[in-house]
T-cell receptor
């Protein structure tokens, strides 16, 4: 069983919709939770980064971590066609900087 | 800053050939990592380094070697290429501080082994 499972998608939504992207994990040592966005044929770029449980908001993006359920989410409000990309969740234990474990990614298409 | 750079962008190898994928960063980051990404999948860690002279294996290290003689460079060597190594390879780096879990990625090297 994989340490990190990500809802596979793909997702297709109309412009302006709220998008929810989700990952579950099994390793209790994970303390750092990241979301990366990857455009086609490009390298991943960091979107959000949270430590332990709680919420973090950055513009239209909100990251949530529920460590008791081992569940993390990324919400995108007022989605735009430019948000069309693959979203990857990633996690690290405290002692493992540089060693993130990634989900398989969810491909999102936002239609005008 | 150029960030994380990778060369070459594309490469085709025959089975059994060897080659080195280059990775460099100009951000003075201590941590550097190599990942591979297969179609429809996330990134899997090959090797990583926490500083010059220090490297360790990741999830899928077989068939690859690394060394880190400087802070800036972290080359990945394929010893004897196999078709199973056809993939997109990404190098990443991060700073040893409160943001050390935030990795910056290069543009990738697309490798095909025939």
């Amino acid at each position: 069983q994989k340490e990190v499972e990500q809802d596979p998608g793909p997702l297709s939504v109309p412009e302006g919709a709220i998008v929810s992207l989700n990952c579950t994990y099994s390793n209790s040592a994970f303390q750092y939770f990241m979301w990366y966005r990857q455009y086609s044929r490009k390298g991943p770029e960091l979107l959000m980064y949270t430590y332990s449980s709680g919420n973090k908001e950055d513009g239209r993006f909100t990251a949530q971590v529920d460590k008791s359920s081992k569940y993390i989410s990324l919400f995108i409000r007022d989605s735009q066609p430019s948000d069309s990309a693959t979203y990857l969740c990633a996690m690290s234990a405290v002692t493992n900087a540089g060693k993130s474990t990634f989900g398989d990614g969810t491909t999102l298409t936002v239609k005008p | 800053n150029a960030g994380v750079t990778q060369t070459p962008k594309f490469q085709v190898l025959k089975t059994g050939q060897s080659m080195t994928l280059q990775c460099a960063q100009d951000m003075n980051h201590e941590y550097m990592s190599w990942y591979r990404q297969d179609p429809g999948m996330g990134l899997r860690l090959i090797h990583y380094s926490v500083g010059a002279g220090i490297t360790d294996q990741g999830e899928v290290p077989n068939g690859y070697n690394v060394s880190r003689s400087t802070t800036e460079d972290f080359p990945l060597r394929l010893l004897s290429a196999a078709p199973s190594q056809t993939s997109v390879y990404f190098c990443a780096s991060s700073y040893d501080g409160t943001t050390k879990y935030e990795q910056y990625f290069g543009p990738g090297t697309r490798l095909t082994v025939t």
